[in-house]
């Protein structure tokens, strides 16, 4: 296993570094709350129901806090990449971009997990990438529907006007 408790803390520092570089301040103040919740709480709420209540995936030395077997930086990694992910479905208005968007994000999640399988930090049970993968989606288009109904999406509030 290579960087034995070390990749959550590292993935929550890289998340925070990237979110400084693209999102401008005052949006990441705006944007922090559905950090927490849509990132840290369902997070967290999602380990546990995943690892601890289903048993269908199990993390090993990925991160150096847990809480109930919760990895707490890898969970905290969700509060940047939400604010990063919302603040990037607002910047753009054209369908294909929003598309790319949306699926980045799940990709994404799918392909660290492959790389936490690996090397030896997750192991399935009953459960693929592609679930992962689909999870994620929902759980990405869960917060783009919030910010829709919310106001946030200004960009793409005019279906109308919505550019393909």
Do not use: C
Request: proline share 3%; net charge negative.
């Amino acid at each position: 296993m290579i960087m034995e408790g070390l990749v959550g803390p590292l993935t929550f520092a890289g998340g925070i570094v990237v979110t400084i570089l693209l999102v401008p301040w005052e949006r990441i103040k705006e944007l922090s709350l559905i950090g927490v919740i849509g990132g840290l709480g369902v997070a967290l709420l999602l380990v546990y129901l995943m690892q601890n209540i289903f048993g269908l995936w199990m993390f090993h030395g990925i991160d150096l806090v847990y809480i109930n077997k919760i990895p707490l930086f890898l969970s905290a990694a969700w509060i940047p990449l939400i604010v990063i992910f919302s603040h990037l479905l607002a910047q753009y208005k054209h369908f294909w971009q929003i598309i790319a968007i949306l699926f980045l994000f799940p990709g994404a999640s799918a392909f660290f997990h492959l790389f936490f399988i690996l090397n030896d930090m997750l192991t399935y049970n009953n459960w693929n990438l592609f679930l992962t993968g689909l999870v994620s989606l929902g759980i990405h288009l869960s917060i783009m529907i919030y910010l829709y109904s919310t106001g946030r999406l200004e960009n793409i509030l005019d279906i109308a006007d919505f550019d393909y």
